[in-house]
Nanobody
């Protein structure tokens, strides 16, 4: 019914930039908080940044000043602009969204749930 699809990962040299996108599709009514998480090999998943429906943002200390999260509510999409990338930013990046969706065919009922994207690999290496 509802899917999050990410794009924009890849291989980049240190100091380079990448922009990740994550779009929600399906029976979406509205989206509350959206965020990006990452998990490096052998490490726990960590929050990178999140953004409320009103646009309030929050960043991990390790990316503050280098990464920018934004969203386009009309497109149900969240973005992560990553600048000045470092090798330690290498990880699988996944988006998360708290989505209110239509739970029946006629759109008379709604439910709320957390959704995750499939993940996209970001590798920072020379």
């Amino acid at each position: 019914q509802v899917r999050l699809v990410e794009s924009g990962g890849g291989l980049v040299q240190p100091g380079g930039s990448l922009r990740l996108s994550c779009a929600a599709s399906g029976s979406v009514f509205s989206i509350n908080d959206m965020g990006w998480y990452r998990q490096a090999p052998g490490k726990q998943r960590e929050l990178v940044a999140n953004i409320t429906s009103g646009g309030t943002t929050n960043y991990a200390a390790s990316v503050k000043g280098r990464f920018t999260i934004s969203r386009d509510n009309a497109k149900n999409t969240v973005y992560l602009q990553m600048n000045s990338l470092k090798p330690e930013d290498t990880a699988v990046y996944s988006c998360n969204a708290r989505i209110i969706y239509f739970s029946d065919y006629y759109g008379l009922n709604k439910k709320e749930n957390d959704y995750w994207g499939q993940g996209t690999q970001v590798t920072v290496s020379s």
